[in-house]
């Protein structure tokens, strides 16, 4: 998805769900049931006279009018037809769209829903569900033609009724043309609030038909997008998709991989945590909400920033109780900021509620000095911590860069969605002077108020910077691998070494049920590597083409459980940086796995055919740069040819049949 309209979508799943306080749509008038109508018998005028009345027995003259009770038997008389519900006409007059060979369904989510057929959908462990028409539209910087749609899935909450979560937590700009809604709904026979609406994004009119569905203790929250100028042809697709929707019970304790157990955005009152002193931090106690003070001056510019074990929520209320802003553009361990000018002098309220259980937060009170200049210099020193904040703006999306003295990126930002603002806190980096870049994301070109400001140490040691590797450390054990060897996972993490040739290319098949990331690191220690291009069940390929040396190779679970895999290293001999070439399988010996590997601009689709030039098997799991591998394990004895082709762009390949050991396959 887009980056605006995934966080977005995401988004929903950060601010909670509600349960439903709607009122049914009141019923259809229901349609008459009534008889034919008289016209449909024979007239009685023309019934003969009594004396002249055949006897009972005799048939009738084909002219003479049959007996005045002979009505038709009931049997006879067509049913009355019912005016068909809503669902079932959209159903009715969509329903060629859809393929019911393509139906997504997920056990854990409690959640089905057919698909058209060249519709593709992923699931991030039930987190956040994409369904997109097509990769292109998926990775475009700007909205294409094309559709694409998220579920996600969120325990209830009791204070919050599903309209409200879509009137005031839907994140729609305020300026959105509401096309419909909200309104009350029925969706697979449950409770749910829909609303249509249509907003400019980036230079792009998107229209987006948003769904929240009541579940058993869960809420579903579907949202669809496409391009206004195509929504005359995608929304009744929409239809289509939700007329087929079936709920179920949502297992919240499997989505996630548990990441629901320590949910509990408390509704309790928020303990008072007295006054903040302008220009100091304070440690926090999180377990439940704590409110803090603060005193303005108007005219005056002030920084409000957390950082927090846990994802937080960082709201600031008028004396009156008026909500003034309220963030949650991070996840847990990033900062939440805002950068607030006061209009008035007054007593605020900062008040910092964990959305997720946590214990401990550093939340910083400063004042700050605004500027709408797009670069901010940077002074970095032992003795405190630059922050750099860029105040909200409605309908823009902020993007914070920070370079060294000689013009080298050293840290970005992007958190935040459309209308957000963002928070950087510059650590990790050597002492000297920097410079932050404040642009927009898409083809905005806006002015921001920004700020940088120089906070205690404390806030600084309380933040870890993001790193590029999911893994930034080996594990206590390692382990020599041989090439060409299968490896399976033990009890424990070990990292797997080997040695790198001189001018040899290697690449490292893995698979797994789980959602497995492999981390390359060098002869010092440092990661130099990763790839986490699948979801679970499905093949990782690590490409290694790197200078000779020793490696090691570490294996582990995205969401940080104990991952189950199969993996093997091979030496990329027979490689052709062509786009087919030909293998043979022979009874009983090794199976070929078939590696297409891109540059960063190409999206290929691995194809193989028979000796006859007959399709056996075909796959495009990825998007553009990741690689695709075929593990051919069911192919009969004899000659074949893969064979790649792109979507859309054309660009490099690296091609490679690999025949392996039947144990890395049965991983699959």
Known sequence: MRQFALTLLILLLLIGCGSPEVTPLPPTDAPATSAPAATDEPEPTDEPEPT??????????????????????????????????EEAAAEDTTSGMLDSDNQFSDDA??????????????????????????TEFLEADDLSDGAAGIL?????????????????????????????????????GRDAVRIVTQYEEDGTEAYTDIYAIQGEGAVYVLTFITPAEYSAEYAPLFDA????????????????????????????????????????????????????????????????????????????????????????????????????????????????????????????????????????????????????AVAALEGADPVITVTDADGNEVMRVDDASSGGGETLILTGVDEGSYSAEITSFGSGDETYTAAVVY?????????????????????????????????????????????????????VLANSADDIVLTLFDADGAPVSEVDDKASDASEVLMIDMPA?????????????????????????????EMSTSFSVEEGGALPAIVAIPDENGDPILTIFD??????????????????????????????????????????????????????????
């Open 52 to 85: 002249d009345e055949p006897e009972p027995t005799a048939e009738p003259e084909p002219t003479d009018e049959p007996e005045p009770t002979a009505e038709p038997e009931p049997t006879d008389e067509p049913e009355p037809t019912a005016e068909p519900t």
């Open 109 to 134: 989510l409690g959640f089905s829903m057919t698909l058209p057929a060249d519709w593709s959908s992923e699931s991030m462990m039930g987190l956040f569900t994409i369904f997109v028409s097509s």
């Open 152 to 188: 996600i899935v969120a325990p209830s909450e009791e204070e919050m009724s599903l309209e409200d979560m879509l009137n005031e937590q839907g994140d729609i700009p305020e300026d959105a043309n509401i096309l419909s809604g909200p309104e009350a709904v029925t969706v697979g």
């Open 241 to 388: 998709m939700v007329a087929t929707i079936e709920i179920g019970e949502a297992d919240l304790d499997a989505i996630g991989g548990g990441l629901f157990d320590d949910f509990a955005p408390s509704s309790d009152e928020a303990v008072d945590g007295g006054a903040l002193t302008l220009n100091s931090t304070v440690d926090a106690d999180i377990s439940s909400p704590v409110a803090y003070s603060v005193d303005v001056v108007a005219g005056e510019s002030y920084l409000l920033a957390v950082i927090a074990d846990a994802d937080t929520v960082l709201t600031l209320s008028s004396s009156d109780g008026t909500e003034i802003s309220s963030v949650d553009e991070g996840l847990s361990g990033e900062p939440e900021g805002i950068l607030y000018t006061a209009d008035a002098d007054d007593t605020l309220t900062v008040t910092v509620a964990p959305f997720f259980g946590g214990d401990s937060a550093v939340v910083a009170f400063y004042s700050a000095t605004t500027t709408t200049e797009s670069t901010l210099a940077i002074d970095v020193t032992a003795d405190s911590v630059p922050v750099v």
């Open 455 to 507: 906070v205690d140490a404390a806030f600084g040691a309380a933040y870890t910077p993001p790193s590029e590797f999911s893994v930034d450390t080996l594990p206590a054990t390692s382990e020599p691998i041989e090439f060409n060897t299968v490896v399976t996972s033990g009890a424990e993490e070990v990292g797997y070494t080997f040695t790198v040739a001189e001018e040899t290319a290697y690449v």
């Open 549 to 577: 040396g020793d490696y090691t190779l570490v294996v582990t679970e995205f969401f940080g459980s104990s991952p189950e895999f199969a993996l093997a290293i091979y030496a990329l001999d027979d490689a052709v940086s």
């Open 611 to 668: 000796a006859d030039g007959n399709e056996v098997d075909s796959i495009d799991d990825g998007f553009s740069g990741e690689a695709e591998v075929l593990l051919a394990s069911d192919l009969p004895t004899g000659d074949y040819t893969a064979e790649v082709t792109f979507f859309g762009s054309d660009g490099e390949i690296t091609l490679a049949v690999i025949m392996v050991d039947a144990e890395l396959v049965s991983a699959e």
